[in-house]
C-alpha cells in the first residue's frame, strides 16, 4: 500500500447509512480514527435522522436528504468547535445515524394480573394483551435521554421499557374510557385509544412517538366472565343489578332443586326435595327482590320456614356476598331477618 493511498484512509468523504432490518434504531458511523473530509457528503435517507455530536453534546441534526459538510451546514458544531468560517480542513465529531421508520408489531402484556377499579363491581384484576407501534420523533432527545454512546442500540433493548410504560397506564386507560367493567371486552377500540393517550407523552419524554395501540384480547376473572355470560343471556340493558341479582337466583334454583331432589350433600340436599327446593328459590328470590329495593317483606314470605330452610337461605345468600352481590350491610339485615322467623 503506498503513502497516498494510506493517507486518504484517514479521510471520510462519504457518509451514508443502508439499513439491514436487524432491529437497529441507533448506530454510531464507525469512524475508528478517521476524519471527515471538509465538504464531505452526508447522505440521510426517508426514514432516518443523523446526528452529529463533539464530546457529548449533541450539535447539528439532519433529517433526510444530502448536504454538503461545511462551516454552513455545521453551525452548531462550529460554533463548539470555535471555527471561522474559512476552515476548510478535516474534522473529527461522532455521527449517529437514526432509523425513525415506525417499528410495528411490538408486543404488550400483562404478566400478572392488574387490580383496577370499576364502579360496579369495585376493585377488579384483569389480565390483558396487544401490540403496539411507535418510531424515533426527536432524535437528539433520544441520544441524550436513551441510546447515549452506545454504538448499536436496537428495539430488543428498549422493549422492556416501553412495555412498561404500556402497563403502568392501563387503570388510567380503563378510568378515561368511562366503559363499565362488563362492556369492556366489547369496546376493545376504545380501550386502545385510551392506553394510547395515557401513554404518549411518556413516550415523547424519550423522543418517541407512540403511532398505535391495539388490544388482541381483555381476559376477565372467572368469577366475572360468568356473570357477564349471564347477563348477556337475559338480555340486560342499563345495568340494572337488582334484576341481574333475580335472575341470577332463578338461574340457580333448578341446579339448587336438582341436588336436593337426587339426594345431594349439604344441608339443602339432606332436608328438601324437589318441591322444597322450588318453593325455597321462590322465597329467597322475592325476599332478594325486596331487600335491595326497600321494601317491607310481608310476614307471610318468612312465616313458617324450618331451620334447615334458614339455614339454606343463609347459605345462598352468603355466596351472594361474597361474589360482591350483596354488601355486608345487606347480608347482615336478611340474616337477622331470617333468624327471627324460625320455628
Do not use: C
Not at 164 to 176: C, E, N, P, T
Not at 192 to 221: C, D, H, I, R, Y
Amino acid at each position: 500500500m503506498s503513502l497516498m493511498d494510506f493517507i486518504k484512509k484517514q479521510f471520510i468523504d462519504i457518509l451514508e447509512w443502508t439499513e439491514t432490518g436487524d432491529g437497529t434504531l441507533v448506530l454510531r458511523y464507525p469512524m475508528a480514527d478517521n476524519e471527515i473530509q471538509y465538504g464531505a457528503s452526508l447522505t440521510v435517507r426517508e426514514s432516518q435522522a443523523a446526528v452529529f455530536v463533539n464530546e457529548g453534546k449533541v450539535a447539528d441534526v439532519f433529517g433526510p436528504g444530502m448536504v454538503r459538510l461545511t462551516t454552513q451546514t455545521l453551525p452548531l458544531l462550529t460554533y463548539l468547535k470555535n471555527w471561522d468560517k474559512l476552515f476548510e480542513s478535516p474534522f473529527k465529531s461522532d455521527v449517529y445515524f437514526f432509523s425513525t421508520r415506525q417499528q410495528l408489531d411490538r408486543r404488550w402484556g400483562t404478566t400478572q394480573p392488574v387490580t383496577i377499579r370499576d364502579k360496579d363491581f369495585g376493585a377488579v384484576r384483569l389480565r390483558a394483551f396487544g401490540n403496539y407501534a411507535y418510531r424515533v420523533a426527536d432524535a437528539g432527545l433520544f441520544h441524550t435521554a436513551v441510546s447515549g454512546t452506545t454504538a448499536r442500540y436496537t428495539v430488543d433493548d428498549l422493549d422492556g421499557q416501553l412495555r412498561g410504560l404500556m402497563l403502568q397506564h392501563i387503570s388510567d386507560a380503563v378510568a378515561a374510557s368511562g366503559v363499565p367493567f362488563l362492556d369492556l371486552a366489547a369496546n376493545q377500540v376504545e380501550f386502545a385509544k385510551q392506553l394510547q393517550e395515557a401513554a404518549a407523552p411518556e413516550f415523547a419524554k424519550l423522543g418517541l412517538a407512540l403511532e398505535a395501540v391495539t388490544v388482541q384480547n381483555l381476559s376477565l376473572p372467572e368469577d366475572l366472565q360468568k356473570i357477564l355470560d349471564q347477563r348477556i343471556g337475559m338480555g340486560m340493558v342499563g345495568g340494572d343489578m337488582g334484576k341481574f341479582m333475580q335472575y341470577q337466583t332463578a338461574q340457580a334454583i333448578p341446579k339448587f332443586a336438582e341436588g336436593a331432589g337426587a339426594g345431594g350433600g349439604g344441608i339443602a340436599g339432606d332436608a328438601m326435595g324437589l318441591g322444597a327446593g322450588v318453593a325455597l328459590g321462590q322465597v329467597m328470590a322475592q325476599q332478594l327482590s325486596q331487600g335491595l329495593h326497600g321494601a317491607a317483606a310481608p310476614a307471610a314470605a318468612a312465616v313458617g320456614l324450618k331451620p334447615d330452610e334458614v339455614m339454606a337461605t343463609l347459605e345462598k345468600l352468603a355466596e351472594l356476598k361474597t361474589k360482591g352481590i350483596l354488601t355486608e350491610e345487606e347480608f347482615a339485615a336478611k340474616k337477622a331477618e331470617l333468624l327471627k322467623k324460625l320455628v
